[in-house]
């Protein structure tokens, strides 16, 4: 049995290339299932979400590829749902009448009260700092927990199958420059939102998108979140978050012998529209 691949992003919202090429490289690196899922539209100006004209589009060109196109591969009809407090997203796009197969859930906002304006937590390192200092005064506390916050909130309003990126919040805190991961406040909120996550039966991805795009090192989430993943019997899939057909799968296996190296003996993989393990 092949792995599955189910957070990718192409033309429609902030990556490159299109859905044919991405099922070629499926094909070429072992992928049997391969999931779609751009950016949802949101009612905020940014550069990198679908918009909500293009969702009539996209649906109907992934189910024409699904149908006729597809190459042998499992080819689903996703989208990466994000999460904004205060905002109905899911209301915006008419979510319950979209042809998908599954969804993501993901935060990429905080709300600053100081600026009374919704802030992007992953965007560009100087984006980051504006976030810290003038949105939030330096407070890189209230950073996190408002993340964190908005990850469980998301969690227990969505439901989502998957989980993407859970400590987002560490993109731009290479070298712990902002803030300490291993302090007790912040771990207090890893916690919580893990513990949140085996309530609502959901699934963590081990995301490598921002290696593939030069941001990181390591995947999403932290060593110390996977060894918690295992400890509490959260299941893990493996995602690449590619941007690019080129990207896809990025680092499988070099994450797969890391993670056999803390003890994990299987991951999650979609098949046939079901989750099921497999084994490493």
């Known amino acids: 049995m092949g792995y599955s691949d189910m957070h990718t992003h192409g033309g429609y919202s ?13 094909a070429e690196k072992n992928i049997t299932s391969l999931g779609f899922s751009d950016h949802s539209p949101v009612p905020l100006n940014n550069s990198w979400s679908m918009k909500k004209s293009s969702l009539d589009s996209y649906f109907k060109e992934l189910n024409d590829i699904k149908k006729n196109h597809s190459a042998g591969i499992n080819v689903y009809a996703g989208m990466e749902l ?7 997203v899911k209301g915006y ?15 990429h906002y ?29 407070n890189i506390e209230a950073v996190y927990k408002s993340y ?5 909130e998301m969690i227990s309003a969505y439901v989502p199958t ?13 070298g712990g420059m902002y803030f300490k991961t291993d302090c007790e406040s912040y771990i207090a909120e890893v916690e919580e939102t893990l513990d949140t996550i085996k309530l ?5 991805e081990i995301n490598s998108g921002a290696m593939s795009r030069g941001y990181t ?17 959260i299941p893990v899939a493996l995602n690449s978050d590619a941007h690019s057909p080129e990207t896809l799968a990025y680092e499988f296996y070099t994450i797969i012998d890391s993670i056999k190296k803390m003890g994990y003996r299987e991951l999650i993989s979609y098949q046939k529209r079901k989750w099921v393990p497999v084994r490493l």
Do not use: W
Not at 217 to 233: M, T, V
């Open 82 to 88: 994000d999460y904004i407090p205060g905002i109905d």
């Open 14 to 26: 902030d990556g490159k290339g299109t859905f044919l090429e991405f099922i070629k490289s499926a």
């Open 217 to 233: 090192d390591s995947p999403y989430p932290s060593i110390y979140i996977l060894e918690k993943c295992l400890e509490k019997g």
């Open 148 to 152: 964190y916050n908005n990850e469980r």
């Open 110 to 138: 905080v709300y600053s009260q100081k600026l009374d304006k919704y802030l992007e937590v992953d965007g560009p390192a100087e984006d980051f700092k504006f976030l810290v200092e003038a949105g939030f005064g330096g």
């Open 162 to 174: 998957i989980i993407a990126h859970m400590d987002l919040i560490t993109k731009n805190n290479n």
């Open 93 to 107: 796009i008419g979510f319950d009448n979209l042809p998908m197969d599954y969804f993501i859930g993901s935060v």
């Open 200 to 204: 609502y039966g959901t699934i963590i």
